[in-house]
């Protein structure tokens, strides 16, 4: 059973950082693309940035050069450093991993349980 843990949420001030960490346990056998999402009171969840498994990555127009993903693939890590912080940044944060537990299993979609990101102005 693949798990994801979060941590590092927490509240800060604008223009302030923050340091996401999402690590996978259990068994992975292939890791396609590694995500971090998140989603405010009242509004869809919204891909923040990614990760592939080539190690490119993209990010939401709205993060650019703020937001930062990085992975420690020995770990089944990946960590969101968010600078620069506003308000609107404000959400619940989820990372997400599209993998293959088994060489044998099915292309799967795994959740974390989510941290809250608090920004105040």
């Known amino acids: 059973q693949v798990r994801l843990a979060e941590s590092g949420g927490g509240w800060v001030q604008t223009g302030g950082s923050l340091r996401l960490t999402c690590r996978a346990s259990?068994?992975?056998?292939?890791?396609?693309?590694m995500d971090w999402y998140r989603q405010a009171p009242g509004k869809e969840r919204e891909l923040v940035a990614r990760?592939?498994?080539?190690?490119?990555?993209n990010y939401a127009d709205s993060v650019k050069g703020r937001f930062i993903i990085s992975r420690d693939t020995a770990q089944s890590t990946i960590y969101l450093q968010m600078n620069s912080l506003k308000p609107e940044d404000a959400a619940v944060y989820f990372c997400?991993?599209?993998?293959?537990?088994?060489?044998?299993?099915?292309?799967?979609?795994?959740w974390g349980q989510g941290t809250q990101v608090t920004v105040s102005s």
């Open positions: 259990g068994s992975i056998f292939e890791i396609y693309s």
């Open positions: 997400h991993f599209d993998l293959r537990p088994r060489r044998w299993s099915l292309r799967s979609d795994y």
């Open positions: 990760i592939i498994d080539g190690g490119n990555t």
